[in-house]
């Protein structure tokens, strides 16, 4: 057994909240209470992503009372982990100390595309303010998210972690939750096929770790960093393609009989990936687009046509993929933590974008822990 768990819920906590664009300022937040169906998190690690730059730089995705995020008293942040600090009224699927991770969406519930469990693609997105409140949430986009000491989560979105899971590894289950949802639920991949990558981000590596476990084959990353590429075989990539330096496109033809492959996971998003997207693709094969261009981006629809490929965006995760993701991990089919590169304290959140943004000294995730500053916070008391 373990000790008993002091969990007593202080009524401030820190949290950083977005002023302009790019000002983060760490201020002393009330700590919000759970509702019916939803738990306080003691927010343990959250992870930086990709996304959490695009919302500080450019406010969208993030959407708070129907419009930019800006001076709202808004906290990003939303690949997290931590303990459970309070419940709310009737909750019994977790107790209080119960060490979980989250996945970001949790929907509105009551429309045609959370019905169909594609909550990432609510309907009612963002509306959870005034007389239109639907109840919509995503944590760090349309309600506040982890960059704070607690957040309140809805309990589908919250997935037990095992005690033999590291919490920055924890951080790292939705993202392969995302890649997870691309591939099977969107999807369909089953055993057998073959898989190409382009793009090793975090996505993109844990793509390649995901569709490995799931028995694809083969499956190959292509990329122009040779860093990224070496931890991309180590991942389970059968080969990674250096695309500075080889013909993409016919390489991957060679590597599938001459037929293309069946999926193609494509997380760069250049015209010049896309397009080889496309001519790298088996005849009614599928594409999955990963990544969100900020400008629009011409391709070679005809081949596409002609050939009977499937095109799909993906957008976070869904159909409770990040929990299968988890029972993948849970099981060490992959070493995540292959992709974790730095961790930070929580008072350090901003030189930890700054790696994540300028990718200094290799970073590819970047991990702000929370456990000195509760610390400090306990012996305050
Ligand atoms: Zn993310
Ligand atoms: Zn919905």
Same mark, same amino acid.
């Given at each position: 057994m373990n000790a008993p768990i002091d969990m007593t819920v202080p009524p401030k906590m820190k949290a950083w909240v977005l002023g302009d664009p790019e000002q983060l300022t760490l201020v002393d937040k009330d700590v919000p209470r759970p509702g019916k169906a939803e738990a306080l998190v003691r927010i343990d690690a959250?992870? =930086?992503?990709?996304?959490?730059?695009?919302?500080?730089? %450019?406010?969208?995705?993030?959407?708070?009372e129907g419009g930019a995020p800006f001076n709202k008293n808004f906290t990003p942040? @939303?690949?997290?982990?931590?303990?459970?600090?309070?419940?709310?009224?009737?909750?019994?699927?977790?107790? /209080?100390?119960? *060490?979980?991770t989250v996945e970001i969406h949790a929907g509105c519930g009551q429309c045609k595309r959370c019905r169909m469990g594609m909550y990432t693609s609510c309907h009612n997105y963002g509306k959870n303010y005034g007389e239109q409140n639907k109840g919509h949430r995503a944590n760090g986009f349309t309600t506040d998210?982890?960059?704070?000491? %607690?957040?309140?989560?809805?309990?589908?979105?919250?997935?037990k972690v095992p005690d033999t899971m590291s919490d920055e590894e924890a951080t790292l289950v939705v993202t392969a939750g995302t890649s997870m949802y691309g591939l099977t639920e969107l999807g369909g991949l089953v055993a057998g096929e073959s898989v190409v990558v382009i793009g090793p981000g975090p996505i993109g590596l844990l793509a390649v770790a995901v569709a490995k476990s799931l028995g694809a084959s083969p499956v190959v990353l292509?990329?122009?960093?040779?860093?990224?590429?070496?931890?991309g075989l180590e991942l389970g990539a059968d080969v990674a393609i250096d695309a *500075?330096?080889?013909?993409?496109?016919?390489?991957?033809?060679?590597?599938?009989?001459?037929?293309?492959?069946?999926?193609?996971?494509?997380?760069?998003?250049?015209?010049?990936?896309?397009?080889?997207?496309?001519?790298?693709?088996? *005849?009614?094969?599928? /594409?999955?687009?990963?990544?969100?261009?900020?400008?629009?981006?011409?391709?070679?629809?005809? %081949?596409?046509?002609?050939?009977? =490929? %499937?095109?799909?965006?993906?957008?976070?995760?869904? *159909?409770?993929?990040?929990?299968?993701a988890m029972a993948?991990?849970?099981?060490?089919?992959f070493d995540a933590t292959? /992709? @974790?590169?730095?961790?930070?304290?929580?008072?350090?959140?901003?030189t930890a974008l700054k790696y994540a943004r300028e990718r200094i000294d290799d970073a590819i995730k970047v991990v702000v822990s929370m456990k000195d500053t509760h610390a400090a916070a306990q012996a305050a008391e």
């Amino acid at each position: 057994m373990n000790a008993p768990i002091d969990m007593t819920v202080p009524p401030k906590m820190k949290a950083w909240v977005l002023g302009d664009p790019e000002q983060l300022t760490l201020v002393d937040k009330d700590v919000p209470r759970p509702g019916k169906a939803e738990a306080l998190v003691r927010i343990d690690a959250v992870a =930086i992503c990709a996304t959490d730059l695009e919302i500080l730089t %450019y406010g969208t995705p993030a959407l708070i009372e129907g419009g930019a995020p800006f001076n709202k008293n808004f906290t990003p942040g @939303h690949e997290y982990m931590g303990t459970i600090a309070a419940l709310g009224p009737g909750v019994d699927e977790f107790e /209080i100390g119960d *060490r979980v991770t989250v996945e970001i969406h949790a929907g509105c519930g009551q429309c045609k595309r959370c019905r169909m469990g594609m909550y990432t693609s609510c309907h009612n997105y963002g509306k959870n303010y005034g007389e239109q409140n639907k109840g919509h949430r995503a944590n760090g986009f349309t309600t506040d998210g982890g960059f704070a000491q %607690y957040a309140v989560n809805n309990i589908n979105t919250m997935i037990k972690v095992p005690d033999t899971m590291s919490d920055e590894e924890a951080t790292l289950v939705v993202t392969a939750g995302t890649s997870m949802y691309g591939l099977t639920e969107l999807g369909g991949l089953v055993a057998g096929e073959s898989v190409v990558v382009i793009g090793p981000g975090p996505i993109g590596l844990l793509a390649v770790a995901v569709a490995k476990s799931l028995g694809a084959s083969p499956v190959v990353l292509v990329g122009t960093r040779e860093n990224r590429n070496r931890i991309g075989l180590e991942l389970g990539a059968d080969v990674a393609i250096d695309a *500075r330096n080889e013909d993409v496109v016919s390489r991957i033809k060679e590597l599938t009989g001459g037929k293309g492959a069946d999926y193609v996971v494509d997380c760069a998003g250049s015209e010049t990936t896309v397009n080889q997207a496309v001519h790298m693709t088996n *005849r009614g094969g599928r /594409i999955c687009l990963a990544a969100f261009p900020k400008k629009p981006v011409e391709f070679d629809l005809g %081949y596409l046509a002609v050939n009977n =490929i %499937y095109l799909y965006g993906i957008r976070g995760e869904g *159909r409770s993929a990040t929990h299968r993701a988890m029972a993948f991990m849970a099981e060490k089919r992959f070493d995540a933590t292959k /992709i @974790h590169t730095h961790t930070f304290p929580m008072e350090d959140l901003p030189t930890a974008l700054k790696y994540a943004r300028e990718r200094i000294d290799d970073a590819i995730k970047v991990v702000v822990s929370m456990k000195d500053t509760h610390a400090a916070a306990q012996a305050a008391e």
